[in-house]
């Protein structure tokens, strides 16, 4: 199972991410704030937050994002 190894904030609700086969790119999450679930990353030091989470990411909340998401959606850096 692939698994994201780095990940970094960017504008716009944005995160730069590496996956453990070194496909790397960016994966926008503001489609995904839209649901009550998600609001708390409107707010941009929050936002900053993200860290690994088991094999994809997440903020301290408990919001999170598995490989498989975020890899349908990645574009190229």
Request: proline fraction near 7%; avoid cysteine.
């Given at each position: ?15 730069a ?9 960016v994966?926008?999450v503001?489609?995904?704030i839209r ?6 990353l409107?707010d941009?030091?929050?936002?900053k937050?993200v ?27």
């Open positions: 199972m692939k698994k994201i190894t780095s990940v970094k904030p960017l504008e716009g609700k944005k995160v991410v590496v996956f453990s086969d070194g496909v790397s790119g994966f926008d503001s489609p995904y649901s009550d679930f998600f609001k708390h409107e941009d030091d929050y936002f937050q860290r690994l989470f088991f094999t994809g990411i997440g903020w301290p909340e408990g919001q999170d994002l598995g490989p498989d998401t975020i890899e349908a959606d990645l574009q190229p850096i």
